[in-house]
């Protein structure tokens, strides 16, 4: 990321802080939740028992930053399986295209996810890091779903 991409973003930490970034539930469930930008959904996952469920709920705002913290998190928690992406879309980053985008098409050599229409979409994720999201990890694509009795459907 550039350095008045950072700037930026450290100025929307301050002015706009969103203190709740993820939410652990079942250690023993294959299931992960991302609600992208839906703040309201990502609440109510955390205070209803659908998190005695789920491995992890939570949001993912960058395209950069955060697809490369949901990367890590699977790689280091090998019993998730599934991560349902749904939520809210954020506006300008795309960052769950760009996620979609990734486990399609992974990145380039300079760490470009392929075919994103993100602004900037460059991950430090390795390769075989970014392979093991692509390979192992089924991606459900419910992206602008809010209804939480839809979403608790997909985790059943």
């Known amino acids: 990321?550039?350095?008045i991409g950072?700037?930026?973003g450290e100025l929307c930490k301050i002015i706009l802080p969103i203190p709740e970034e993820s939410y652990?539930?079942?250690p023993h469930s294959s299931i992960a939740i991302c609600t992208l930008s839906s703040m309201n959904l990502l609440k109510k996952i955390s205070n209803s028992e659908l998190l005695n469920h789920i491995s992890i709920a939570g949001r993912l705002l960058s395209e950069n930053k955060g697809i490369d913290s949901i990367i890590k998190?699977?790689?280091?928690?090998?019993?998730?399986?599934?991560l349902i992406v749904c939520g809210k879309e954020v506006w300008g980053h795309k960052a769950g295209h760009s996620l979609i985008?990734?486990?399609?098409n992974g990145i380039n050599e300079y760490g470009r996810i392929i075919n994103s229409l993100s602004p900037d979409p460059f991950l430090t994720s390795t390769k075989s890091e970014i392979n093991y999201f692509?390979?192992?990890i089924n991606l459900v694509n419910i992206i602008n779903e809010t209804n939480f009795e839809t979403i608790k459907k997909y985790v059943n």
């Open 1 to 3: 990321m550039n350095s």
């Open 6 to 8: 950072n700037t930026i």
């Open 24 to 26: 652990l539930g079942n």
């Open 73 to 82: 998190y699977l790689n280091q928690n090998k019993k998730v399986k599934t």
């Open 101 to 104: 985008k990734l486990h399609e």
């Open 134 to 136: 692509q390979n192992e």
